[in-house]
């Protein structure tokens, strides 16, 4: 199946042969259904705050003994997603046909003038013409404009103020400020980028960065981090055989972002806020954005305090009534049904493997329509139920009661995330050590027109923290306002008063 030149390709990258055939057995043989016990409701596995609990979380937020805070923002990749209806547009304009009157790219000729990123100096006046509207997509994806085909989100124009223009990276650090500065005055951000973008990335920054420490008294740590070449995933063809490109090399592909708890797990801070680079809004917004991030901080915080409580006491003085206590909290918090232990040691010991992992606490927004992934209750291989967000496409619609449990599915997940990365006693975990390898799936994409498979790691907020303790709470649809098209921008989280 292999040469020496694909070994030797395969090396280069830092990966390894028996890593790169597992990959080959993954496409043959599949991943395995998640074993659903149930959606993730208000009922059972989400919970909903009320006023007062909302107010007790914040203030155990402001008030707890933290070993460092930081925002770690999923930002790589172009934007050509955002853009497609875009692209399809030009073409067929540049066809010479003229686009209907709701077609995407005709509403943006139209509404120009609404989006940041507009000039007078590039765009001119709106007209109602073939022209105009083949100029204006022109001028917004190509290099003799804006270019925003070929660039990365967190670099473009998201926001118009009376005194500035802010791009979506611009956005995530005035958020930063408002809720994750740690005590000494920093905000530290980690932001995953590939390293072709970084200069762009650092102009964006640049542009704003000491202005803004002014304006809001506060220093930026920042930090970019690229996904690791030798996460990439081999790509197979139909057959399962490795695809090979027209110089007979193989092709790897990024395998999703599954493979960013790499660089998560580089993370020295405690307390950590994951934020995709799209879901900003308008600083009108900010003041529920913010309220809600210190909400889940404050939960998080709560959580890690009672587990780490019930940790020492298990080291301390364990006892069948302490046992007993700790299965019911695994149970009414956690959704966690423990197996039955064969003796009382053996109890003690699951007890703690239980309870000394990650934390992470998840935003979860009532389903409006919205893409995401959504929250269940599934069986482990351990034996033990435990709350996981899993995509539709690790769920069996042919199974019944797979596809009964998503037809009860009332929340979904807008990734708003707050971990905890560190043990009771202050060491900070191997996040690897808690990745269920077995959460990945299988995508069909192409590569130059010819069809492949590719292998997707297990999702960063999916198989990656599959074996973490998790804690569903409900959040307000206004705290997620993501950018997937360029429409959206046009939504009302994105403009101004």
């Known amino acids: 199946m292999f040469n020496q030149k694909d070994i030797h390709q395969i090396e280069e990258r830092g990966a390894d042969l028996r890593q790169v055939k597992d990959q080959i057995d993954h ?10 016990v149930g959606p993730a409701t208000p009922e059972r596995g989400i919970r909903v705050l009320t006023p007062e609990s909302v107010r007790e979380a914040i203030a155990y937020y402001q008030k707890a003994d933290i070993h460092g805070k930081s925002k770690f923002v999923p930002a790589s990749g172009a934007a050509s997603r955002m853009f497609k209806d875009m692209f ?66 967190g670099v473009l124009r ?38 072709e973008h970084q200069a762009l990335f650092e102009e964006a920054i640049g542009a704003v960065k000491q202005a803004y420490e002014a304006k809001y008294g506060v220093r930026y740590n920042i930090r970019f981090t690229f996904q690791d070449k030798a996460t990439d995933t081999i790509a197979v063809d139909p057959d399962n055989k490795p695809f090979r490109k027209a110089d007979g090399s193989l092709l790897f592909r990024p395998a999703g ?35 809600y991030k210190q909400v889940l901080m404050g939960v998080a915080l709560q959580l890690r305090d009672c587990i780490f409580s019930y940790l020492r006491k298990l080291e301390e003085n364990p006892s069948v009534q302490l046992c007993n206590e700790i299965e019911n909290f695994l149970d009414k918090q956690l959704c966690v049904q423990m197996p039955l232990a064969h003796s009382e040691a053996e109890r ?30 599934i069986a482990g291989k351990d034996g033990a139920t435990s709350l996981q967000i899993l995509e539709s496409v690790q769920i069996n619609k042919e199974d019944a009661g797979a596809a009964k ?30 990745v269920d390898p077995e959460a990945g799936f299988i995508s069909s994409k192409s590569y130059e027109g010819r069809e492949l498979k ?22 307000p649809i206004e705290t997620f306002n993501p950018v997937k098209v360029v429409m959206d921008l046009l939504r009302p989280a994105h403009q101004g008063e």
């Open 27 to 36: 496409f043959k043989n599949g991943f395995p259904w998640m074993k659903i």
């Open 88 to 153: 399809s547009g030009l073409a067929t304009l540049e066809g010479g046909e003229d686009l209907p009157a709701e077609a995407p790219g005709a509403r943006l000729a139209a509404r120009i003038k609404d989006f940041a990123f507009y000039s007078p100096e590039l765009f001119g006046e709106p007209e109602d013409s073939m022209a105009y509207r083949k100029e204006t997509l022109r001028k917004l994806l190509k290099e003799e404009g804006l270019a925003y085909g070929s660039k990365p989100k």
């Open 158 to 195: 998201f926001h118009r103020y009376p005194q500035e223009v802010r791009t979506a990276i611009a956005e995530h650090l005035v958020e930063a400020q408002e809720y994750m500065r740690n005590a000494d005055g920093t905000c530290n951000l980690t932001i995953t980028i590939s390293p």
């Open 257 to 291: 972002h599954g493979a960013l708890i790499y660089n998560l797990n580089q993370v020295e801070d405690e307390l950590v806020s994951i934020k995709n680079i799209d879901n900003v809004a308008h600083e009108k917004l900010l003041p529920v954005t913010a309220q």
């Open 348 to 377: 003690i010991q699951m007890l703690k493997d239980k309870l000394n992992r990650p934390i992470r606490v998840c935003g979860m927004v009532r389903n409006e329509g919205e893409p995401g992934g959504g929250p269940y209750v």
């Open 405 to 434: 449990a998503m037809s009860r599915a009332t929340h979904f997940n807008p990734v708003d995330l707050v971990c905890c990365l560190k043990d009771y006693k202050g060491n900070k975990f191997n996040l690897l050590q808690f």
């Open 454 to 475: 590719a292998l997707e790691l297990p999702g960063l907020w999916n198989g990656a923290m599959s074996n973490w303790n998790t804690l569903f709470v409900e959040v």
